[in-house]
């Protein structure tokens, strides 16, 4: 995988003097964005040395990771395919943004019924895929691995020794779990899931090899994909004001929670917060798709 340098961008609050930082991860690439980078990273390697020439993977309509695994095959000469959730999208003319994106790299879709994509950890569905699409390097739904947390352990420099806490989004896990493997003992992760539900935990431990962080599970706006108007309006907002894009699945998700807890509190006077900005900028225009049939405000890009 080519370079990559990102840097933090600072926003002192003054209430109880807290100083917020932004690392940019969502600047590393223009299409493999943030976590995504990171995840992908060692896979791509890995598959590159054990000499296969095509990448599975899973994902919904809207995946950051269906786009990023497309162009990253594209850029390096793998054959794609992507397990898409939804068998009814493959009967529908246009594509959405996210997917078109994917087919203009080259990616070859297999729509299956949310029934069936419960299988997607399923050793005998796994070989009725090679039977079907022949030998492929797996990437698992969402990049999560113990080589996508490998490259998650690169998010943090030596200058993030300063902060105290250091906030992400939570998806599968992954990147979390490389953060805390990677933070010194005097910081503290705090976790965003953008779903309902404790099972993250259990998958966190998985990979996590200290017990420095905490889920703050209040911020999930209904659960994955859901979105209200008050969370529109913060990113909205908060590009306003900042200049700084965040999606409304997970960035969004993150800052709305970490800015409220702000407020109420939970941080010691004088605290130095991090937070990682992880990408997925690629989905607004698929959600605002979704957003505009519904007569909602848009997110501004």
């Keep these: 995988m080519i370079n990559s340098s990102t840097h933090n961008q600072n926003l002192v609050l003054s209430d109880n003097s807290i100083t917020l930082s932004i ?11 943030g976590n995504k980078y ?28 269906i786009a990023a695994v497309a162009y990253a095959g594209k850029t390096y000469g793998f054959k794609t395919i992507g397990v898409i959730r939804g068998d009814e999208l ?39 895929l090679r039977n079907q699409f022949g030998n492929f390097y797996l990437i698992p739904e969402g990049g999560t691995n113990e080589l996508a947390v490998k490259g998650c352990e690169e ?23 490389g953060i805390i493997n990677s933070v010194k003992t005097h910081q503290k992760v705090l976790g965003f899931p953008a779903l309902k539900g404790d099972f993250l935990q259990q998958d966190i431990r998985k990979f996590a090899n200290q017990e420095n962080w905490e889920l703050i599970t209040d911020y999930h706006f209904g659960g994955y994909g859901k979105i209200k108007p008050e969370l529109i309006t913060f990113v909205n907002t908060f590009k306003n004001d900042y200049n700084i894009p965040l999606d409304p699945i997970y960035t969004g998700k993150m800052m709305f929670g970490l800015f409220h807890l702000i407020e109420q509190g939970f941080f010691a006077k004088d605290s130095k917060i ?5 990408g997925g900028l690629q989905g607004i225009a698929g959600v605002n798709s ?4 519904k007569n909602l405000p848009l997110i501004e890009i």
């Design 23 to 33: 690392k940019r991860e969502d600047l590393i690439h223009p299409f493999i964005s």
């Design 38 to 65: 990171r995840k992908l990273k060692y896979n791509i390697q890995e598959a590159q040395s054990l000499k296969l020439k095509s990448l599975l993977t899973f994902g919904g309509a809207f995946s950051n990771h």
């Design 90 to 128: 493959r009967e529908k003319k246009d594509l959405n943004p996210t997917l078109e994106f994917a087919k203009s790299c080259g990616m070859e879709f297999k729509f299956v019924t949310r029934e069936a994509y419960r299988n997607k950890n399923n050793t005998d569905y796994i070989t009725s």
């Design 155 to 177: 998010i943090l420099a030596e200058q993030d020794e300063q902060f105290d806490y250091i906030c992400c989004s939570v998806g599968t896990g992954g990147t979390i779990s």
């Design 274 to 278: 991090l937070a990682i900005h992880t």
């Design 290 to 293: 979704v957003l505009k049939r």
